[in-house]
């Protein structure tokens, strides 16, 4: 036994001193609780940036530990416990943590030190949540040990430095766009690896349950998850199980080709008995929205004339000639696959569903189109063009589910069943914005423009899909006199949630959105809370995906006209699928439930 008893454990061991005792004056943190409330809604965004760097200083601390434990046997240890499971060893001793969470620590110091030395910074300097560092790191690990990946690192440090708020999906999306279009034949060679290995699974639980999954693509996992969720709809409002059991209960129906129906037990209830066959033997069409380039349908592209990131093309002095040469290039966004649609989800006319597309006006080769990206490269990144791939490849945005990479776009897009549709008719003429009978409701184009523009709800921090969401008009529209309310247009609408939207109707909290001088064809929004903290909206949208979304032109409302009033609904009355909350009798209810046919 050590002759070391526990008393003779020293404060030195155990940790330094404690942080309640330390001066919090000087670490700048408020002295006391007695704070009103725009105090406390800065203290905790101060905070924010202090946890981040904290974070920062914890990876460098185990980045230093890495450098001197592991770096210089890891190329020949052949040991069963590595030098690398040695030190996270230490520091889950230390720490008090399993050794798999101080793996996790280790290899994303390690990532953020070698591969990610550019978001490491963000990271100190509080620009990016510590939230968000674990998304990152995984969504890279392609681009490890690649001559780009300083390239990606630059891309993604560039993106998060710009104004506005993230949410997880944003964070996502824009780490899928960067490591997609750098090296088309890794991604498309790792997808077919993906695919390959689908599989399907049983696993048994604890207390007799037992649970049942299957690996498959996408576009066929949110397939099968529409099919559920509309039969798991099919009861009443008394029925007693949670949003899950019903949905649990509805796919062995599915599977089982048995009865579903509501618990309730009334006798008046007209979901007792659902047939689960009926139901998807009749349900409408399920469509999984796609918003992509022509260019990127066409193949992958040689690199020398591209840019290292869509999302630095709005950066620098260039970004003016930039524009004016880009509103003659082709980047079409087209559909990709329609499969099935679920009304009640999507609740549009059938000439509707169909998936997001957006167009320039006049056509100009691809050599030029990328051209002009190259001018708004920024100098830390165009030093290390020399390092770009032969040839890069353009993405596609599947609703609710993020970014592909253009091989899966080219897959769908050569499915029968799909259906490829620009926006536009590649001129300058502008799209009609609103319903030739009702000013109030925006047309189909518009719809479809503002969902592929915002791609999630609009509000920071969230992560809802905005094709399942609402379109919002930013300032209420004056049905009486339309020329004095808000717009039905394009910088007149953004999507939102329903919880969003609710809590913008309902609570005290107010958005704007207005054009950007500095961006023609983009906008900023902000949120300002009823204390007037405001917020801005998010930094990175389909714009940053496909900048040919900020070409499209749409004309302006009417400035005189009269709209029919909207009936007022019952206080309990629920608002249809698909349609945006009352805000007040006469705001966005049903702004999209009778869009007509796009054009």
């Not at 953020?112 to 998304?135: M, N, Y």
């Not at 129906?261 to 999984?288: H, K, L, N, Q, S």
């Not at 423009?449 to 999630?456: L, T």
Request: aromatic share 6%; with cysteine; charged share 25%.
């Amino acid at each position: 036994m050590s002759d070391r008893g526990v008393g003779a454990v020293s404060a030195a061991q155990v940790g330094s001193r404690p942080w309640p005792e330390r001066d919090h004056a000087a670490l700048g943190l408020p002295v006391s609780f007695d704070l009103p409330v725009v105090g406390h809604l800065d203290a905790l965004a101060d905070l924010s940036a202090g946890a981040a760097y904290l974070e920062w200083r914890r990876y460098r601390h185990a980045a230093a530990l890495h450098t001197d434990l592991v770096l210089a046997e890891e190329d020949r240890d052949e040991r069963a416990v590595d030098a690398f499971a040695q030190c996270a060893a230490r520091i889950a001793t230390a720490l008090s943590v399993s050794q798999y969470v101080a793996e996790r620590i280790l290899d994303n110091a390690v990532a953020l030190r070698d591969r990610l030395p550019r978001v490491f910074e963000c990271l100190r300097d509080g620009v990016v949540s510590p939230t968000f560092i674990r998304t990152i790191v995984s969504r890279t690990e392609l681009v490890h040990g690649r001559s780009y990946q300083g390239l990606v690192d630059a891309d993604i440090a560039a993106a998060l430095r710009k104004p506005g708020s993230w949410s997880t999906a944003r964070v996502r999306d824009l780490c899928d766009q960067m490591v997609y279009r750098r090296d088309p034949d890794a991604v498309r060679e790792r997808r077919e690896e993906a695919l390959k290995g689908r599989c399907f699974f049983t696993e048994a639980g604890l207390d007799g349950m037992g649970t049942v999954g299957a690996t498959m693509s996408a576009e066929r996992a949110a397939i099968v998850a529409r099919v559920v969720e509309r039969l798991a709809a099919q009861v009443c409002r008394h029925d007693s199980r949670s949003k899950g059991a019903r949905a649990s209960d509805a796919l062995f129906a599915l599977v089982e080709h048995a009865p579903f129906g509501c618990d309730c037990a009334r006798p008046d209830c007209a979901f007792t008995v659902v047939d689960a066959d009926e139901v998807a033997a009749t349900a409408a069409r399920i469509v999984i929205h796609v918003v992509t380039d022509t260019t990127t349908l066409t193949g992958p592209v040689p690199a020398a004339n591209t840019t290292p990131a869509a999302t630095t093309a709005a950066e620098g002095a260039a970004k003016s000639a930039a524009h004016a040469q880009a509103r003659d290039a082709d980047t079409t966004a087209a559909a990709a696959d329609q499969v099935a649609i679920d009304e009640s989800v999507v609740g549009r006319t059938s000439d509707e569903e169909t998936t997001a597309e957006a167009s320039a006006a006049q056509a100009i080769s691809v050599d030029e189109a990328e051209a002009v990206e190259v001018q708004a490269v920024d100098e830390d990144a165009a030093a290390d063009a020399a390092a770009e791939p032969e040839l890069v490849d353009g993405v596609g945005f599947v609703a609710g589910l993020g970014i592909i990479c253009g091989a899966h776009v080219r897959d769908l897009a050569d499915d029968p069943e799909a259906v490829i549709r620009p926006l536009g008719d590649g001129t300058d003429t502008p799209l009609p914005a609103t319903q030739p009978a009702d000013l109030y409701r925006p047309s189909a184009a518009l719809d479809t423009f503002i969902r592929a523009r915002d791609r999630y709800c609009t509000w920071p921090g969230c992560s809802k899909p905005a094709w399942d969401g609402d379109l919002d008009h930013i300032t209420e529209y004056d049905h009486t006199h339309p020329e004095r309310g808000g717009q039905t247009s394009a910088t007149g609408l953004g999507a939102k949630c329903r919880f969003h939207h609710l809590l913008k109707t309902f609570g005290d909290f107010v958005d704007d959105q207005y054009d950007d001088p500095d961006h023609p064809g983009r906008i900023i929004r902000t949120f300002t809370i009823p204390e007037g903290r405001t917020v801005l909206g998010p930094a990175y949208t389909g714009f940053d995906t496909h900048p040919g979304l900020d070409m499209i032109v749409f004309g302006d409302p009417p400035a005189t006209g009269r709209t029919a009033r909207p009936r007022t609904p019952a206080p309990d009355e629920p608002d249809p699928p698909h349609a945006p909350s009352r805000n007040t009798p006469d705001d966005d209810r049903n702004a999209t439930e009778t869009d007509c046919a796009t054009t």
